[in-house]
Nanobody
Framework: QVQLVESGGGLVQAGGSLKLSCAAS????????MGWFRQAPGKAREFVAA????????YYADSVKSRFTISSDNDKNTVHLQMNSLLPEDTAVYYC???????????????WGQGTQVTVSS
């Protein structure tokens, strides 16, 4: 069973930065993409960013483009999300996810972490 464990959340003032990390427990499980999603209170979960596990192609939601950067460390089986210029509306629980199947219609995220809280104060 693959487990994804997020870390790095916390409380930060608007304009500040945080770096989230996601470590996968199983070193050799097959995946085509790793992603970050978030869910704010009373709202649906939304896509934030993703990275292809081979090749490193990155994908971002428009709301975080130019502020957030996703990266992977394949040797350490870890994916990171560097978040800069944080806004109060970035406040949410952030989830890491891994997709084992990537089709033309999009990736299928099979594994999810428990989430880490990010709170941005104004």
């Amino acid at each position: 069973q693959v487990q994804l464990v997020e870390s790095g959340g916390g409380l930060v003032q608007a304009g500040g930065s945080l770096k989230l990390s996601c470590a996968a427990s199983a070193r050799t499980f097959s995946r085509c993409r790793m992603g970050w999603f978030r869910q704010a209170p009373g709202k649906a979960r939304e896509f934030v960013a993703a990275i292809s596990w081979s090749g490193g192609t990155t994908y971002y939601a428009d709301s975080v483009k130019s502020r957030f950067t996703i990266s992977s460390d394949n040797d350490k089986n870890t994916v990171h999300l560097q978040m800069n210029s944080l806004l109060p509306e970035d406040t949410a629980v952030y989830y890491c996810a891994a997709a084992q199947l990537c089709r033309a219609s999009g990736p299928r995220y099979d594994y999810w972490g428990q989430g880490t809280q990010v709170t941005v104060s104004s």
